[in-house]
């Protein structure tokens, strides 16, 4: 009986020894130099970047052409709807304005007055997109190079 309980003592004791020496190991890890404490930062002077005038004159230039292209970009579905319904031929604002709002309708959306629709194809004008001819005192509109190119 003895030997069992010198046995169990010292199963107990070797066990008592692997968790003591468990811990310590995991008190070591916790101990070791985290990176922020290994790193050093040094300060850096930072200098602005002079720019070149050949840069300024080409930034400049290119914003401009930019520009002129933006305009293409920024169309409202208004205008684009009258832009389409040129189909390649000339047309007369009563036929502008039927195809404006026969597009509107079946949308639930309301009609557009005539003074509306004449805004938006000035618009489209000052533009580019759309052209007007008066012929026998009609108003005759159709769709200039750009137009065309817009549209396809």
């Known amino acids: 009986m003895e030997n069992k309980k010198d046995e169990n003592f010292e199963s107990r004791k070797d066990k008592k020894e692997k968790m003591v020496s468990y811990l310590e190991k995991i008190a070591q890890d916790k101990k070791k130099p985290v990176a922020k404490d290994l790193v050093k930062l040094k300060h850096v002077e930072v200098k602005k970047q002079e720019v070149s005038k050949k840069t300024v004159e080409l930034s ?16 409202s579905n208004d205008e684009i709807t009258i832009l389409e319904s040129f189909m390649g031929k000339r047309v007369i604002f009563p036929q502008i304005a039927l195809i404006m709002n026969q ?32 012929v026998q005192g009609q108003n005759i509109y159709f769709l200039s190079e750009r137009g065309k190119y817009r549209v396809q």
Not at 60 to 75: A, P, S, T, V
Not at 107 to 120: F, H, Q, W
């Open 60 to 75: 400049k230039i290119l914003k401009i052409q930019l520009l002129e292209h933006d305009q293409f970009e920024n169309l």
């Open 103 to 134: 597009s509107r309708i079946p949308l639930g959306i309301e009609p557009l007055k005539k003074d509306d629709i004449k805004g938006i194809l000035d618009k489209l004008i000052s533009k580019g997109y759309v052209k007007l001819e008066v």
